[in-house]
């Protein structure tokens, strides 16, 4: 049995197949898989590391992969940071080419961004609509409330739901 947060640390990043072959975890593959796009800040990434070791997620930067199997996977949950009031193209492009891998699964969606209040609900409710994803909260790095770890407690809520 190896320590399964040292495979999670080669997970990151795999494409499923080389994950399948890369891991040496002799337990069932994650139920939650995190794809996520981060810029130069990498807070989609921080926060998307979070979620994953909080659950257990296999995560996938689609800024290195673009296919991915998500067949075993019941939920779904992308990331990713807002230019302009718009996500990340490997996001967009992902969700656009793989909308028929989502069929019965738990998409969640995730935007890390500089708005709060009123202004960050307006563009997390844009974007949500532009990419489908009705179920979609947004994290601000300058929250009020931070748990232990400088992680926005909004970002635990959202796991509680996972
Ligand atoms: C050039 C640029 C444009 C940005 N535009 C927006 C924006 O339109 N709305 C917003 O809420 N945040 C905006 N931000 C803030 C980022 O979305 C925010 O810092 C986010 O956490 C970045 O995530 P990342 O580090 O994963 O890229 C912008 C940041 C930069 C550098």
New binding site residues.
Partial sequence: MVNISENYATRIGSLCYTYTAETTRDDEMSNVAVLYA????????KIAKYIGSKVDADLFDLKNVSLIDLNEYKTIVFGT?????KPYKPVVSFIQNNKGQFDGKDVKLFI????NDEK?NN?CSKVSKELGIPDAVFFN?KEKEMNQDGIPLSVDAFIARL
């Fill in positions: 981060s810029g130069i800040t990498k807070n989609t990434e940071g807002i230019h302009a009031g890390c961004c500089m708005y960050g563009q790095k």
